[in-house]
């Protein structure tokens, strides 16, 4: 992706992609609940504060920066997602958008939880 076409993800409504995340991880057997522990994981927001994030229908850019802290362990959420190496994305917000798309794509591909929050 280019750096002008990141400003176009910073837009996205997290409310808008939420939805596609619980479809995606509830496909494959797994639960809301668990997507939002790693959500939460990831960002440092309780369950209270995720929804009331998705309710005021932020934009991606507003949602991380609102996230209370980002988790000390999410370096570690590392490899390939959408044919992009996460380590190799130089702006710092697209990195985390990635690191959030990786987690859910490992907790729908069954991986244990454990390991989906770097334990």
Same mark, same amino acid.
């Given at each position: ?48 504060? /995720?929804?009331?994030? *998705?309710?005021?229908?932020?934009? +991606?850019?507003?949602?991380? @920066?609102?996230?209370?802290? %980002? ?21 710092? /917000?697209?990195?985390? *958008?990635?690191?959030?798309?990786? +987690?859910?794509?490992?907790? @729908?591909?069954?991986?244990? %939880? ?6």
């Amino acid at each position: 992706m280019k750096t002008q076409d990141y400003a176009r993800v910073f837009a996205y409504s997290f409310a808008s992609i939420y939805p596609m995340y619980v479809q995606k991880v509830e496909k494959k057997g797994r639960t809301k609940a668990e997507l939002d522990q790693v959500l939460c994981w990831l960002t440092g927001y309780d369950t209270k504060g /995720l929804q009331k994030q *998705i309710a005021s229908k932020c934009d +991606l850019k507003t949602f991380f @920066a609102a996230a209370p802290r %980002m988790h000390p362990n999410a370096t570690q959420v590392t490899g390939m997602i959408c044919g992009v190496c996460i380590e190799e994305i130089e702006n710092p /917000l697209m990195r985390d *958008i990635r690191r959030m798309d990786k +987690l859910v794509d490992e907790l @729908a591909k069954g991986r244990a %939880m454990e390991k989906i929050l770097r334990a």
